[in-house]
């Protein structure tokens, strides 16, 4: 990997593509993948928190997003556009499962009602 400060001088002069990866792990091969997750709730009332999507490809294979540290506001059918990321790509998916936590321990649990929901792999557009 590359610091981000350094990307554009280092990128620029090679005339083949180049895959860029701003947000990385920790382990090879550093790249992670990221979906566009656009959420439109049903809640009457506003919930805030956080989102940790779940996907499953055909064979069972299963990996677990990254919870972001910034919390998400959903209100009643408004669209919330989540960028998530996962340490391993699923070119097939058939699966998808969300969390939603508001990251507290006292307090009642909510529930966050889901009208419809679009994933889009950010690394893949034609997925």
């Given at each position: 990997?590359?610091?981000?400060?350094?990307?554009?001088?280092?990128?620029?002069?090679?005339?083949?593509?180049?895959?860029?990866?701003?947000?990385?792990s920790e382990?090879?091969?550093?790249?992670?993948?990221?979906y566009?997750?656009?959420?439109?709730?049903?809640?009457?009332?506003i919930?805030?928190?956080?989102?940790?999507?779940?996907?499953?490809?055909?064979?069972g294979?299963?990996?677990?997003?990254?919870?972001?540290?910034?919390?998400?506001?959903?209100?009643?059918?408004?669209?919330?556009?989540?960028?998530?990321?996962?340490?391993?790509?699923?070119?097939?998916?058939?699966?998808?499962?969300?969390?939603f936590?508001?990251?507290?321990?006292?307090?009642?649990?909510?529930?966050?009602?889901?009208?419809?929901?679009?994933?889009?792999s950010?690394?893949?557009p034609?997925r």
């Amino acid at each position: 990997g590359y610091h981000a400060d350094r990307w554009k001088k280092l990128l620029l002069p090679n005339s083949s593509p180049t895959k860029v990866y701003f947000d990385t792990s920790e382990e090879d091969p550093f790249c992670m993948y990221n979906y566009l997750l656009d959420i439109t709730t049903w809640n009457k009332s506003i919930r805030r928190g956080f989102i940790k999507v779940k996907i499953t490809d055909c064979d069972g294979n299963t990996v677990e997003s990254e919870m972001k540290n910034e919390a998400s506001t959903f209100q009643q059918y408004k669209r919330v556009k989540i960028l998530t990321g996962f340490y391993r790509d699923i070119e097939k998916i058939s699966k998808i499962s969300l969390t939603f936590s508001t990251k507290t321990l006292i307090g009642p649990k909510h529930k966050l009602r889901i009208l419809q929901m679009k994933m889009k792999s950010v690394n893949n557009p034609e997925r």
